[in-house]
């Protein structure tokens, strides 16, 4: 089995920083893609960043491009998620996926496989 595990989440003011981390381990496949969702209450999964790890390709959702920025370990068991000038509109639950393969659009809540727990961003005015 593939297991996730998100760090990094807390609670900053706007135009702040923080960095996710999600560290995958267990029967780790090649050809994989990983990716960053988020979610409040009341409202659909939302992709925001994904990365296929052999390549290095990455995707950006609009809503945070140029203020958030993926980065992986050598080993590509950790990925991270640097974000900056944090805006209120940020807050939500983090969630990192896995999936064999990766699209070239968006990612896609439901073609993920295997779920982190989620870490919490609270971004305060």
């Known amino acids: 089995q593939v297991q996730l595990v998100e760090s990094g989440g807390g609670s900053v003011q706007a135009g702040g920083s923080l960095r996710l981390a999600c560290t995958i381990s267990?029967?780790?496949?090649?050809?994989?893609?990983m990716a960053w969702f988020r979610q409040v209450p009341g409202k659909e999964r939302e992709g925001i960043a994904a990365?296929?790890?052999?390549?290095?390709?990455?995707y950006y959702a609009d809503s945070v491009k140029g203020r958030f920025a993926l980065s992986q370990d050598n080993a590509k068991t950790t990925m991270w998620l640097q974000m900056d000038i944090l805006k209120p509109e940020d807050t939500a639950m983090y969630y990192c996926?896995?999936?064999?393969?990766?699209?070239?659009?968006?990612?896609?809540?439901?073609?993920?496989?295997?779920w982190g727990q989620g870490t919490q961003v609270s971004v305060s005015s």
């Open positions: 996926a896995v999936r064999r393969g990766c699209g070239g659009s968006v990612p896609r809540a439901i073609d993920f496989e295997t």
């Open positions: 267990g029967n780790i496949y090649s050809g994989k893609c």
């Open positions: 990365i296929y790890t052999d390549s290095g390709a990455t």
